[in-house]
């Protein structure tokens, strides 16, 4: 009994601290991250900048980046390599290297890919010098890709998204250290049809922020988010988009029936080395997804 009542209490000190770490954090940085992911997250930059060799340009798209949060970079490669990307995927999700990302009630609504950067060595060619320019100039040092990371979204009734959280399309902004960019690419044609990834620009996620709305699905309703503000990656399939998402509130819009959406996503944190020019080189380092690592325990 006395070892219930310990354990309760544990519990309960460690949601009084994450607690006062986000509330402080709101203050002190105006996210919703805490004051340690931004501390940290801080840190690293100015750690990698210090060491590092790299001289800054700063181009609209870093300065959009920055100060939006987001930067929408149209088709980044050619209907050849897609298309090979995605029938490799395509195979790969058929077969023993498949897994339920999200999954309710027996039924499964979005899919994954083990080890995928092993699987598709393509998906290294994708990083293009373009955007490679662009996160390091946002940085100010070099970068590096953390996780790589592939899935399909499948569609859901409206019941059972009333019921649960699918597929991360309830507004939030990811818990994360806030030296992290996200490089998301459509695999497949995306439309409104589709569930677009949705994004709120960095201002007007802070404007909610400070009227204290948080990042899960309860304290961050639908009706408070101004949809003429709102950014959707819709395009062909290539199409791609960088995000900050530890201060920019997004979700994934949801899915008509009989439609499928792909997307790939990118994991830049910065470093004090240069990543190599070829992706054989540093696709070697890129670490497991933390879905995947759930998966396996």
């Known amino acids: 009994m006395s070892l219930i009542k310990d354990g309760a209490n544990y519990v309960r000190n460690i949601e009084q601290v994450d607690a006062a770490d986000k509330k402080i954090g709101r203050r002190l940085f105006n996210n919703t991250n805490g004051v340690i992911n931004n501390t940290v997250g801080r840190t690293k930059i100015a750690k ?12 609209s798209q870093v300065r959009q980046l920055r100060s939006e949060g987001y930067v929408s970079l149209g088709k980044i490669a050619d209907d050849e390599k897609i298309s090979s990307i995605q029938q490799q995927y395509d195979e790969l999700l058929d077969s023993e290297h498949s897994y339920a990302l999200r999954e309710y009630d027996g039924d499964v609504y ?11 060595p393509e998906l290294g060619d994708l990083l293009t010098d373009e955007i490679k320019d662009i996160v390091r100039d946002y940085y100010g040092s ?5 996780t790589l990371h592939a899935w399909r979204n499948y569609h ?3 019941e059972v998204l009333e019921e649960t959280e699918i597929y991360s399309d309830s507004w939030h902004c990811d818990g994360i250290l806030t030296d992290v960019v ?6 497949s044609d995306v439309t409104e049809e589709t569930g677009p990834f949705h994004v709120l620009p960095r201002d007007k996620s802070r404007e909610l ?3 204290g709305y948080e990042r899960n699905r309860e304290e961050m309703p639908d009706e408070v988010v101004d949809e003429e503000h709102v950014k959707r990656a819709i395009g062909p399939a290539g199409t791609a988009m960088l995000c900050t998402t530890w201060n920019c509130f997004h979700r994934a819009g949801h899915i008509a029936e009989g439609n499928t959406r792909d997307m790939i996503q990118f994991q830049f944190v910065p470093s004090s080395g240069p990543l190599s020019d070829d992706p054989a080189e540093w696709l070697k380092d890129v670490q497991i997804h933390p879905g995947e690592r759930r998966r396996s325990q």
């Open 182 to 187: 996200k490089l998301f690419i459509n695999l």
């Open 156 to 158: 859901a009734s409206q």
């Open 48 to 59: 990698a900048r210090l060491l590092s060799d790299y001289k800054t340009n700063t181009s």
């Open 110 to 120: 979005s899919r994954s890919v083990t080890k995928i950067h092993q699987r598709i």
């Open 209 to 211: 922020i400070d009227q």
């Open 142 to 146: 070099y970068t590096s890709v953390k």
